[in-house]
């Protein structure tokens, strides 16, 4: 800078800059005018400058976004699955409740945000305020915002609300469902894509729906379904592939679907069986009774929010974006 | 003169259609539902899946890619991993095959030593030599760093049956080396924070962008495979898939970490490679596009427009000349302060570098870092520098085509140091 002021240039410039402004006054405006101009213009440059020069967020993003540090820990396999894009910070401590049978009441909630019972079974009788809870066995009486987890069994009691849950056998209620799906395929009789007025793809394996559609009682669909519209499947009727529905598909009693189903609503009557995923965009609703993958291949039930009956059996997570509700079988 | 006038007026409607819509982005990426249909799906019949990497010259940071996905959380017992070695006159081999040994049963290299150059003849090959039972590929460049749940992320939407190709996040990895680099990682964000997830929300046409991205096999086979004489295989994918019925599903937590350009003249090879062979898709499927009855009107819209974007630099510029000709040659009238006025809205604020700035703003936000944000301003380098390259791809394009010139495509240089070889 100081070598700047004793640039004879600069005292140049100046002495013509000033020698024109006496000349001419009205120099003086235009060049006030577009030196505060400049000046107006400059002023989202500065913080630019300054965050190009001592860059205060530079580090790339997190990715991905969610990682428990304590990787000894069981929750550490499971935490990452149901990580919540959304979330960025990583979660906190973990409480670990050691005895073989525990039953939280309000009392006995620990202050954690992630618990795990290392013990046998675990009963939650009470809300708990946790974000992650795992345990071996998990008996879900009370509901809870906390994202649940069991190795082997998940019971969930009539009444109760919940946010996800993750086991290898998930039951609504407490007593067995029944799986009725086989009985059913072999009384199926095979569909045309004709008879449903459906357009065929190149593949010969995905026919397309473009008006509201039944499929009757008792039909065998051997191809993928898509649905413009809304899709109902009749009671009994069997689909080898999976079904896609731009608006809501309804699975009336007894049907058996193979594939996934992905929809914006999804509503299962009694007694269905889904081998696949089943996915609602918004709102999904199964009745009493149903069932969903198996053990050898486990699914995954997802919607913003699910109601589903007691009764009910899933293999594999219970997921939704804003609430299960389990309710009881005459709701 | 009326000619002229009449042409500045396209061009207005235009560019003034292409900022409308990415207003339209914006406002839904700020404030309405998000559709996240497929995510955290962790548990599922899970696809068996075939992954190529490609790679031409890649000892720098193969050997990173394939052990980020050897560590994937994916069943082992339904994934290969192909790492395609095209020509590679480094130690790309060497490295693959030391991983090929660690992981016989896992990664099954594939060395190319003949054919057709160009990453798309090699996924070709490749794909042949894909195990036959493969329901979906998965295509990631050397570069790429996938996280550990990734893949899982990426396949989910298969569960869709209309589903023909997916496509996940990139993220950029050496976002603090320079000021390139940084508003690079603006833009990504705006591309997809904002761009694809809106279009995803929207149910309007998401695009495949050749990496990061899962093929349905039966799809890609429906379609005749990749196709061998483009520069851009994966938007031409886009839109081969799209025209015979099959969707694009873009999934934002799917996240996996690139290197982007970290001087000016490989940044500026980058963007002639993407603009050359960006339209030369679009001269082949705008037709096609608005005469395909599988698209609804608005995916139709989103899509020719997807197809022109590259076109909107050269016609800035185009309107730009075409203002300043009626300038001199007529007197100045409201017409031309009003189009002077739109296109410098359009160039700064509305169109940016490939995204417009209230977007990239927006996705920036979106993602937390707000901060970074006070460097939007200087964006405008990034956008002069691409409106003038991307202009200069396009004549290239043309006369490639009149000259009846083969395609030549300059690979991407690498910056990252040799940091992983299996040991």
């Keep these: 800078m100081n070598a700047l002021f004793k640039t004879p240039a600069l005292y140049l410039t100046c002495a013509i800059f000033l020698g024109l402004f006496v000349a001419e006054p009205e120099l003086l405006d235009a060049f006030a005018g577009l030196l505060i101009s400049f000046a107006i213009l400059s002023v989202p440059l500065y913080p630019a400058w300054k965050e190009l020069k001592q860059p205060q967020d530079a580090k790339s993003l997190a990715v991905p976004r969610g990682n428990l540090a304590d990787p000894s820990n069981d929750i550490a396999e499971w935490l990452p699955q149901f990580w919540d894009g959304a979330d960025t910070a990583p979660p906190a401590g973990v409480s670990v409740l050691p005895s073989e049978t525990t039953h939280l009441s309000k009392a006995s909630t620990p202050a954690a945000d992630h618990w795990v019972h290392r013990g046998v079974a675990l009963f939650l009788d009470a809300p708990a305020q946790a974000k992650i809870l795992h345990a071996k066995k998990l008996f879900v009486e009370a509901s809870t915002p906390a994202w649940l987890h069991a190795k082997e069994i998940a019971q969930l009691k009539e009444g109760v609300t919940l946010q996800r849950v993750q086991a290898p056998s998930i039951l609504t209620g407490f007593s067995t469902p029944r799986n009725t799906g086989d009985s059913h395929a072999r009384a199926a009789q095979p569909t045309t894509a004709k008879s449903l007025d459906a357009t065929v793809d190149s593949t010969g394996s995905r ?78 609703t199964i009745a009493e009774r149903c069932c969903f993958g198996d053990p050898e291949r486990p699914t995954t039930i997802s919607a913003d929010t699910v109601d589903i009956q007691a009764h009910s059996e899933v293999y594999g997570a219970l997921l939704s974006r804003n609430r299960i509700s389990v309710l009881p079988v005459n709701s | 003169m009326t000619v002229a006038t009449w042409m500045l007026g396209i061009l207005m409607a235009v560019l003034f259609l292409y900022g409308v819509r990415h207003y339209i982005f914006t406002l839904n990426r700020l404030f309405y539902k998000q559709k996240r249909t497929f995510e955290g799906v962790q548990t599922l019949q899970w696809p068996r899946l075939t992954i190529f990497i490609a790679a031409h010259n890649e000892e720098a940071v193969v050997g990173t890619c394939i052990e980020a996905l050897v560590q994937s959380d994916y069943p082992k017992d339904r994934l290969v991993i192909i790492p395609v070695n095209d020509r590679s006159k480094d130690r790309t081999k060497e490295i693959c095959d030391q991983w090929a040994a660690k992981f016989p049963e896992l990664v099954k290299p594939f060395h190319r030593t003949e054919g057709r150059a160009g990453k798309p003849a090699a996924l070709m090959d490749a794909a042949a030599r894909a195990p036959q039972d493969t329901e979906v590929f998965v295509i990631f460049d050397a570069d790429y760093n996938p996280s550990k749940g990734l893949l899982k992320q990426i396949v989910a939407p298969f569960c869709d049956p209309e589903v023909g190709v997916t496509m996940g996040r990139v993220v950029p990895m050496n976002v603090s080396k320079n000021f390139l680099t940084r508003i690079l990682d603006m833009e990504r964000s705006a591309g997809y924070q904002g761009d694809q997830q809106a279009r995803q929300n929207l149910a309007a046409a998401p695009q495949f962008g050749g990496t990061v991205g899962g093929i349905r096999a039966k799809a890609l086979r429906a379609v005749g495979g990749f196709r061998e004489d483009v520069l851009a295989e994966d938007t031409d994918l886009t839109f081969r898939l799209m025209t015979h019925g099959w969707k694009v599903s873009y999934v934002n937590t799917a996240e996996c970490y690139e290197e982007v350009p970290e001087t000016w003249p ?158």
């Design chain 1, 207 to 284: 026919w397309g729906l473009r008006k509201p559609t039944v499929v009757a009682s008792r039909s065998k669909v051997v191809a993928d379904l898509v649905a413009q519209k809304d899709l109902r499947i009749g009671a009994g009727s069997v689909i080898l592939g999976g079904i896609k529905g731009y608006e809501t598909v309804y699975l009336e009693p007894d049907t058996w679907v193979l594939g996934n189903i992905v929809a914006r609503n999804i509503h299962i009557a009694q007694h269905c069986y889904v081998g696949g995923a089943v996915l609602a965009e918004e709102h999904l």
């Design chain 2, 266 to 423: 490989v940044r500026v090879k980058q963007l002639m490679r993407w603009a050359k062979g960006h339209n030369q898709v679009m001269f082949s499927y705008l037709r096609p596009t608005l005469t395909n009855p599988h698209l609804t009107w608005r995916q139709r819209l989103d899509s020719i427009m997807l197809l022109g974007c590259y076109t909107v630099a050269p016609l800035t510029l185009l309107g730009w000349v075409l203002l300043l000709l009626l300038y001199f040659v007529s007197p100045p009238n409201l017409w031309i302060w009003a189009s002077a006025g739109v296109l410098g809205m359009v160039a700064y604020g509305g169109l940016g570098n490939l995204a417009a700035f209230y977007q990239t703003a927006a996705a920036v936000h979106l993602d937390g870092n707000s901060k970074r944000l006070r460097l939007l301003p200087f964006n405008f380098i990034g956008y002069v520098v691409s409106a003038v390259t991307i202009t200069r791809g396009t004549v290239n394009l043309v006369k490639d085509v009149v000259l009846k010139r083969e395609l030549v495509w300059d690979k991407t240089i690498r910056f990252r140091k040799n940091e992983s070889q299996s040991s």
